[in-house]
């Protein structure tokens, strides 16, 4: 029996972590696609809008490519909340090259 209370929040941090991570890059949603696009995984601006808006869930070999695009070595790093490297803080002044997260 499967309960949707310990299914339903992990597409929520996978919108959440694309978007934020898009956004640290300053990409479009277009750029992104496109970039995930280059890794064989066929994917336009209305899939990635769709994900950030928890419209449409994200298939394995789209995980799979995000995690690529975004230089994260493991896709399930797209499940957390905050970047590995960082823990989400880097040191004040400076940006993570993983996340993209800045303090200043």
């Not at 696609?33 to 994900?51: F, H, L, S």
């Not at 970047?83 to 090259?97: A, E, H, N, V, Y």
């Amino acid at each position: 029996m499967k309960s949707e209370a310990l299914t339903e929040p992990m597409p929520d941090r996978i919108a959440d972590n694309v978007r934020a991570l898009r956004r640290a890059r300053s990409w479009s949603q277009q750029q992104l696609a496109d970039k995930v696009a280059g890794y064989g995984v066929p994917m336009n601006r209305q899939a990635i809008a769709k994900i950030e808006c928890k419209d449409r869930r994200v298939l394995a070999t789209e995980l799979w490519a995000l995690a690529r695009v975004f230089l994260l070595d493991d896709p399930t790093e797209l499940l957390m909340g905050q970047c590995s490297t960082c823990t989400g803080s880097p040191p004040p002044g400076l940006t993570c090259d993983r996340c993209g997260t800045g303090q200043s």
